[in-house]
């Protein structure tokens, strides 16, 4: 039986579907207001030091209430991914991240 290592975050590596490092898609979704593209990049950037925000695609709903944000981490463990994302929807200009 092969003996599954554990990611930085201890958690063993069967109980995720992610191989780490990889680039992981984080879609956040904001309503449109001055200096969201610049805020959202600054929360990225404390969890993923490499990130520009060059690699943001983005898409305004069908109402142009929402834009929504795909942002590509260099996702490099589970723990900081969990944490990127409870810093995204903790900011004040996120409406919801997936």
Do not use: W
């Amino acid at each position: 039986m092969t003996e599954l290592s554990d990611d930085s975050n201890g958690t063993p590596a069967m109980d995720s579907l992610i191989e780490y490092p990889c680039e992981f898609p984080i879609k956040v979704f904001v309503q449109p207001q001055p200096g969201y593209l610049q805020a959202i990049s600054a929360v990225i950037m404390q969890h993923d030091r490499a990130f520009t925000a060059a690699s943001i695609t983005l898409r305004q709903s069908k109402t142009a209430k929402y834009i929504s944000l795909t942002c590509m981490v260099n996702a490099t463990s589970r723990a900081q991914l969990d944490a990127l994302y409870q810093a995204l929807c903790d900011h004040p200009m996120v409406v919801m991240v997936l």
